[in-house]
């Protein structure tokens, strides 16, 4: 692939590519199913360092299971637009119930990993009547993530610390062999659901603008609190939700120890359920596809209970 080769974006599957406005912002997607009135759609975000395509083993099964399903490259990332801000993490929730009603929907359950786990845990509390439920993978609410303390390990806060020297970073995230490690390194050992994909998620990396947000909302996800959006954002995530919540972590995941989720429950008011998938790591949609799909397809019959 050339430095600019966009052919990582569409993929070939039962999926559709669309392009959506929301928010001032043009996403692109992968969307698949039919709207339904009796059933909620359900938005896939993903986590750093990918796109769309991490969710590539759930799209076909979440719309066979009767839902109109859409996975999402984040503002900033992939086939979405690149603007001004686009690591500004309350923009980014802002982005989310707004995808919602471009989509048609009047009510939605968003499921996401790690970076987009964040934004799954925030935006209810923007817009709470149109989300019926919240489930996440390898990603602790986003109150806990701006606290220091031993709930995270020191290999997270090394990565954090590298996205003040972003030239590096970015080389790596641009760099197939570099993402390759990086993915791997991440993953339970000899996991390879994640790393395998390596060529494409730098590919994307490569395009314009692309691996400057992706390593500026890093380090917002840790680091933000000084911003003004930033404080505005963590005082609403303050409130619970009220809503149906489950979170995923893959048992070997080396950034995030089970202390992480210690307080989630707190945050809410809906019924809570906490699971470890065993031989995973931080990728486990990707390291773990089959019992992501049933973790998946079971929250969605929760929520509609």
């Known amino acids: ?3 600019a080769d966009n052919s990582c974006l ?13 928010n001032g912002c043009q996403f692109h997607l992968a969307h698949m199913g039919e709207h339904r009135e009796d059933a909620p759609l359900v938005l896939l975000l993903h986590g750093f360092p990918e796109y769309w395509w991490a969710w590539r083993n759930h799209i076909e099964t979440i719309a066979e299971a009767g839902y109109e ?3 999402v490259d984040l503002r900033g990332i992939g086939g979405s637009d690149k603007g001004p801000n686009s690591a500004d993490a309350l923009l980014l929730t802002r982005d989310i119930p707004a995808l919602v009603r471009s989509l048609g929907a009047s009510r939605a359950v968003v499921i996401g990993h790690g ?5 799954a845990w925030s935006a209810p509390t923007l817009e709470p009547d149109i989300f019926e439920g919240v489930l996440t993978f390898s990603s602790p609410h986003t109150r806990t993530l701006q606290r220091l303390g031993t709930h995270l390990t020191l290999r997270t806060w090394r990565h954090v610390l590298c996205t003040f020297l972003p030239a ?8 197939a062999r570099r993402m390759s490690k990086l ?6 050992p000899a996991n390879m659901g994640a790393s395998s994909q390596a060529e494409l998620y730098a590919a994307a990396m490569r395009l314009p603008e692309a691996a400057d947000v992706a390593v500026e909302q890093l380090r917002w996800a840790y680091t933000s609190l000084q911003r ?8 609403l995530t303050r409130h619970p939700i009220s809503i149906p919540t489950w979170t995923v972590r893959g048992a070997l995941d080396p950034l995030l120890p089970e202390r992480a989720w210690n307080r989630d429950h707190t945050f809410t008011t809906g019924s809570y359920r906490h699971i470890v998938v065993p031989d995973a ?10 019992i992501s799909a049933r973790i998946i397809l079971d929250f969605l019959v929760a929520c509609q209970r």
Do not use: I, T
């Not at 070939?12 to 406005?21: D, M, S, T, Y």
């Not at 970076?115 to 934004?119: A, F, I, K, S, T």
């Not at 993915?183 to 339970?188: K, P, T």
């Not at 990728?283 to 089959?290: G, K, L, R």
């Open 1 to 3: 692939m050339s430095p």
């Open 10 to 22: 569409y993929l070939e599957g039962p999926w559709a590519h669309k392009f959506v406005q929301a």
């Open 69 to 71: 399903v859409a996975a």
């Open 115 to 119: 970076r987009g786990g964040q934004l």
């Open 168 to 175: 590096l970073p970015k080389r790596s995230l641009a760099d």
């Open 183 to 188: 993915l791997a390194s991440w993953s339970a």
């Open 228 to 235: 003004p959006n930033a404080q505005r954002l963590f005082d």
């Open 281 to 290: 790591g931080h990728f486990v949609p990707e390291e773990a596809p089959e």
